[in-house]
């Protein structure tokens, strides 16, 4: 017999109200939140809490979803595991590797799943500029800029002390791309990344080799606002307009070049959060955790990999 699902929201972040409440309220999640900071009522949430700790003692509630600052998602994820819930946690799931696996060993020992939620990639436009392609085995290249406009001042992500700075925010959406798009041995590297006067990270560049296969990523904080990957293969070049954060309510295009050719392949609209929630629903009713445990690994390792010189 399946559990009714309940979520437990640990933090109130942009994040949690734009995308998961709503997503919650029209497919009828039933959810909770727990916020020091969050004082009024929240509509159709089942039950609020101020205290954290009081949330995880008290809370009914099969999953857990924490969209706290970086700084604070190690030690909630932990104590979440430890209280026998599923873990979702917003990128990045941790700052150091050590405490990711610590997370996923102690997820296995509790059979619980844990996942850090990246969902841009369970969007359609995805699979179908792959399909496009032919695969992986037929991409040569892959250009990847996202760039946002300066952080306004006092924001989290120029917080030193909450773990900000570029490589903590993107470098997830970094890793999720060697993984999705071409998950095999890396030959060499080159890193650059340029710091602010308080010595955060706020531009990052990076070149990946593979055997007969390049790819070059711009992730930055300053600038005109980009959220591209670009794909080229044998036969096609395939634009994403709109890859890191595809919006639910809109069609989309990929713009396919093919030698002279170009056209607009439409892109009906698509829940990419919809589409990982279900994915994850699916897997605790199978108790098949592996896949999110792999993926956590994998994309720290590559992190890890590419800032260390």
């Known amino acids: 017999m399946k559990t009714q699902t309940h979520v437990l929201l640990i933090g109130y972040s942009n994040i949690a109200r734009k995308r998961l409440i709503n997503y919650f309220i029209k497919k009828k999640v039933k959810f909770s939140v727990a916020s020091k900071s969050y004082k009024d009522r929240i509509k159709y949430a089942f039950k609020q809490y101020k205290s954290y700790e009081k949330a995880l003692k008290d809370s009914k509630a099969n999953i857990i979803y924490i969209s706290l600052p970086n700084s604070l998602h190690y030690i909630w994820a932990k104590k979440a595991l430890k209280h026998g819930f599923h873990v979702l946690v917003d990128k990045p799931i941790c700052d150091k590797l050590s405490n990711s696996i610590e997370l996923v060993n102690l997820a296995k020992k509790k059979n619980r799943l844990i996942s850090e939620a990246i969902f841009f990639n369970y969007h359609k436009q995805i699979k179908k500029s792959l399909e496009i392609t032919g ?146 629903l699916n897997s605790i009713n199978k108790k098949n955790y592996l896949q999110f445990y792999n993926q956590i690994l994998s994309d720290h390792k590559f992190r890890n990999y590419i800032i260390n010189q």
Do not use: W
């Open 135 to 280: 695969g992986k085995k037929n991409i040569s290249k892959i250009n990847v800029n996202f760039t946002i406009p300066k952080p306004q001042k006092g924001s989290i992500l120029l917080s030193k002390k909450l773990k900000g700075g570029v490589i903590m925010d993107m470098g997830p959406y970094a890793a999720s791309i060697h993984r999705i798009f071409f998950n095999t041995e890396i030959i060499k590297k080159k890193f650059y990344v340029k710091l602010n006067k308080k010595k955060l990270p706020i531009e990052m560049y990076l070149k990946i080799y593979y055997k007969n296969k390049i790819y070059n990523g711009t992730f930055k904080f300053g600038g005109n606002y980009k959220n591209q990957i670009t794909i080229f293969s044998k036969k096609y070049k395939i634009k994403i307009n709109r890859a890191f954060s595809p919006p639910e309510n809109n069609d989309l295009y990929l713009d396919i070049y093919k030698k002279n050719l170009t056209n607009q392949k439409i892109i009906k609209k698509d829940n990419c959060f919809g589409n990982y929630f279900n994915k994850i």
